[in-house]
């Protein structure tokens, strides 16, 4: 449990779109990197949302993220796309990316693209639920910073390199997977060492790669590349499927940069005060090409319908479906406002004085959890 | 530890064809069977080889499986492809959509298939390896009977749902991730049933929906459909990550049930002594739309290098990558011959009496982990 205090969204937009403008942003770019940020924070995913603002900022002022890269053109087809982002912001490249893929699903069905040499894009879903707005099944993935541990190894050589899909329902709300191939992200390992507990088997492996039980020291030899990282889904070997969750992430590296000719897998870190360049990788399928939408809706609305009124566990109030709870609380934060730590809210208001804007003030307060 | 015998390759093709063709395929379809049947107990996975003949025989003999079935186009375009299978075949019709899909993606980039009502396909890897071998990147999904319960609930509402992903390589064996999105499938059940051996925590939950622990009351709970099941990958709840594989295992449910208007969830379900009609999806993407097939092959060999090469965790004697073991096996039961348990060869001595042929000779004996 954890306290917070709320922010009116539309203010803290505003906000973030003129310290994003203060430092080299156009409006338009601006505008996207405002939008996909707050996204995360609006769906309850506070680590990809606001709190990575001067991880931004940071990255601006040091030059790995470009805020006027020239986004080069590849290699173009009727189904596929790469771009070289140069080193732009993430978000901003991506929309285009993805909108581009949109198009050309509308035309010939289906749509590939990949981005290179970008920077962090925020939450996959985002682009995902784009075409998941046009009828479409939206696909998105991205590599990340070295930090997970293939099975039966003791160095990490992939990243958390999530995978998002999202495909659409009529009265129920879409479907949106949004995960991490690892266990947990780094956030989780960071948690339990500010609060000196033990983790649990199956979420890390130490330097030697075996089980890790202490946070703070698997944390210092993250840092210092001397081995140990977080284990893929699945956990440690294969007694829990380790393998599957290493096997996925690994098909991330290969849609995202080895099919463009990007940096993958130890090639790959993170900065001590910013995200290291990524690549990513986006999808769309129109639907009207196998079925009629509608029915294809009607349909989802029964599978949705049927996973989220199922009997609970013992002990368990409800059943979920992947974005359900994603958009419950969508729905809560746009009005009560967005909830952040303390911590974070004193950062916006050094970033804002900074460039001479004021960070909004407190609507609001709470005690609850709040995600890492 | 089991004893197992071995069976020639060859020999055993020959007469897995000619049951097939006694039981009413015709010979093209006879071969495809059987060599994708084969290819299960060639690359060490014997739960999906010869050991199903008896399943399959018994789907011939009811008439679930359909061996003059008229495949039907539903849809097509020139990425997109649903095939009703009426009752058919599993293999045939699924190699007929991936060369399919295959052709169409040497046209337009990148193509997809849905199959419904169709039978049990062998391993998802086969048809994702037949787009690897032309410079693709391939993919397939199946539906599977009713066995995995979502996260919080208590009956089973999904399948093993398994996702296969292949990419080629140069020097390296290709990169082929073919995986349940359970933690386990049905078969680990049953040998810990045999074994009276206790279920680790995180493999599946009682019919209260807490862990499981007595492998013989879950299966005696699961056929009754009393409930109880089977985790998804990640395991019991959230800790560790559950919530993911229940995802990826409602995407493989969408992609290969919704997206062509097939039954899904609890409304596929085994028979006693065959295996239930399912669905499929499949996927070829061609890497040439991105990048030169021959620099991503490189760049794969430099990937698949550097996982395999990688130094082990203590305990450990080796890092694999996806598809690595099987291909190694496949080098071996090619040579040596295809391994079965005791109880299989009898199985196949009766199929063939009953049609008046002869099971090939054993050729050599063994002893080791033979996977369920």
């Known amino acids: ?122 939450i996959a879903g985002y682009y995902a639920i784009m075409a998941m707005r046009q009828d479409m099944i939206g696909l998105t ?63 890390a492996v130490d330097k030697t790669g075996r089980s890790a039980k202490d946070p703070t020291s698997l944390l210092e030899d993250m840092v210092n590349r001397a081995g140990g990282g977080i284990l893929p889904l699945g956990g440690l070997g294969e007694m829990f499927g380790g393998h599957k969750g290493y096997g996925l992430a690994i098909m991330v590296d290969i849609l995202c940069a080895v099919l463009c000719g990007a940096p993958f897998g130890a090639a790959i870190a993170d900065m001590p005060t910013t995200s290291g360049r990524v690549s990513h990788f986006f999808g769309a399928m129109r639907i009207d090409a196998f079925r009629d939408p509608a029915e294809f809706k009607r349909d989802m609305d029964r599978l949705l319908y049927s996973l989220r009124t199922a009997e609970p566990a013992e002990g368990q109030e409800r059943v979920y479906y992947a974005g359900l709870k ?27 004085r900074e460039v001479g804007l004021h960070v909004p003030p407190v609507i609001g307060t709470g005690e609850g959890e709040l995600p890492e």
Not at 22 to 30: T, V
């Open 1 to 122: 449990m954890v306290q917070f205090v709320r922010v009116g969204y539309q203010p803290l937009k505003e906000f973030c779109q003129a310290v994003f403008e203060k430092h080299g942003l156009s409006p338009h770019d601006a505008e996207i990197s405002t939008d996909v940020l707050l996204a995360a924070d609006l769906r309850g995913i506070p680590s990809h949302g606001i709190a990575r603002m001067q991880r931004y900022v940071n990255g601006l002022k040091s030059g790995l993220m470009r805020p006027n890269a020239e986004i080069e053109t590849v290699m173009e087809s009727a189904t596929s796309l790469v771009l070289d982002a140069h080193g732009a912001m993430g978000a901003p490249v991506s929309v285009r990316a993805m909108n581009a893929v949109i198009d050309k699903a509308r035309t010939s069905g289906a749509a590939f693209a990949c981005v290179r040499d970008s920077n962090h894009f925020g």
């Open 141 to 203: 993935m991205t590599n990340t910073a070295l930090l997970g541990v293939p099975t039966f190894a003791r160095k990490a050589l992939f990243g958390t390199n999530p995978i998002a899909f999202a495909a659409p329902a009529e009265k129920e709300k879409g479907f949106v997977l949004d995960m991490a191939t690892t266990v947990v992200t780094r956030g989780k390992i960071e948690v339990y060492s500010r609060l000196g507990k033990e983790l649990p088997e199956g979420w």
């Open 326 to 352: 994603e958009w419950e609380k969508e729905e809560i934060n746009r009005q009560a406002g967005l909830p952040m730590v303390m911590q974070t809210y004193n950062q916006l208001d050094t970033i804002g």
